[in-house]
T-cell receptor, first 114, second 117 residues
């Protein structure tokens, strides 16, 4: 099974809402990633978890809050977002132990902030 | 800091023909990996091919092959016998291989490939 799943596929939320994005993988990967991607642009790294510990936070605003409850799950909690946060949010996973391993991407959650 | 440059924002190719997508990168590291990822419209990003910097042999995956020129820091992707399903945004990416227990990908800006029937 080489699949990364993400739910929901689409999300529309107001600026005062609280919502969560979910990502799951069962490949035994111990590194998981959140990316933000605008149309026709490359993904921008937001967070990296390695062995369930936050390893990288790329200066992401606090209205985005990641969580890694276990080695298979990754959540992204959203609160008080801005319209400019509308984007495709991608989750990825990889084997840990160096940066040698390819990342497997999920299909993404398309987020619209109104 | 590492940078990855894709100088061709858009490319097009006729079905069954061959096309080459360009990528250059800059790094002071000697141990790294390079990747080509494909992202079809509204579909999932998938890995096309992976190259280890310490290997001189160019990677090949079926119709996809790379021309890896380490000294020139060039990593181009050749697609042979292009198919309609090859139409996508292609991203070149770099990852430093050591020092951490995760990979941090540096992406190029992408090349949109159109395949004409």
């Amino acid at each position: 099974d080489t699949e990364v799943t993400q739910t929901p596929k689409h999300l529309v939320m107001g600026m005062t809402n609280k919502k969560s994005l979910k990502c799951e993988q069962h490949m035994g990967h111990r590194a998981m990633y959140w990316y933000k991607q605008k149309a026709k642009k490359p993904p921008e790294l937001m967070f990296v978890y390695s062995y369930e510990k936050l390893s990288i936070n790329e200066s992401v605003p606090s209205r985005f809050s990641p969580e890694c409850p276990n080695s298979s799950l990754l959540n992204l909690h959203l609160h008080a977002l801005q319209p400019e946060d509308s984007a495709l949010y991608l989750c990825a996973s990889s084997q840990a132990d160096r940066g040698a391993y390819e990342q497997y991407f999920g299909p993404g959650t398309r987020l619209t902030v109104t | 800091a590492q940078t990855v440059t894709q100088s061709q924002p858009e490319m097009s190719v006729q079905e069954a023909e061959t096309v080459t997508l360009s990528c250059t990168y800059d790094t002071s590291e000697s141990d790294y990996y390079l990747f080509w990822y494909k992202q079809p419209p509204s579909r999932q990003m998938i890995l096309v091919i992976r190259q280890e910097a310490y290997k001189q042999q160019n990677a090949t995956e079926n119709r996809f092959s790379v021309n890896f020129q380490k000294a020139a820091k060039s990593f181009s992707l050749k697609i042979s016998d292009s198919q309609l399903g090859d139409a996508a945004m292609y991203f070149c990416a770099y990852s430093f291989a050591g020092g951490t227990s995760y990979g941090k990908l540096t992406f190029g800006q992408g090349t949109i490939l159109t395949v004409h029937p």
